[in-house]
């Protein structure tokens, strides 16, 4: 069975750093593109972390860019999202989300998502 299961999230203070994983299992890791999404309360979920490009840039949002870092393990199957300097407006449910790189079953697959709070 497919799997994405995300753990790490939780109260962090605001300025503090945290990382959020997701461990992938029921597919080969390799033939799927990994990004992370995030969405606030009263809020559409948003893309914040998509996939690395083929020159080697990721286009994160504007409201975490120079703040967040998408990177992956292979050997673990495991995606990360390493948040620094965090802002109560960073507080979401943040979800990872796989993609087949062919195009096959084009809606992917979501994590569950986990909380990560951030008090003002």
């Known amino acids: 069975q497919v799997q994405l299961v995300e753990s790490g999230g939780g109260l962090v203070q605001p300025g503090g750093s945290h990382v959020l994983s997701c461990a992938a299992s029921?597919?080969?890791?390799?033939?799927?593109?990994m990004s992370w999404y995030r969405q606030a309360p009263g809020k559409e979920r948003e893309l914040v972390a998509p996939?690395?490009?083929?020159?080697?840039?990721?286009n994160y949002a504007d409201s975490v860019k120079g703040r967040f870092t998408i990177s992956t393990d292979n050997a673990k199957n495991t995606v990360y999202l390493q948040m620094n300097s965090l802002k109560p407006e960073d507080t979401a449910i943040y979800y990872c989300?796989?993609?087949?790189?062919?195009?096959?079953?084009?809606?992917?697959?979501w994590g569950q998502g986990t909380q990560v709070t951030v008090p003002s």
């Open positions: 996939i690395t490009s083929a020159d080697g840039t990721t």
């Open positions: 989300h796989a993609r087949h790189r062919a195009g096959i079953r084009p809606q992917g697959y």
């Open positions: 029921g597919f080969t890791f390799s033939l799927y593109a």
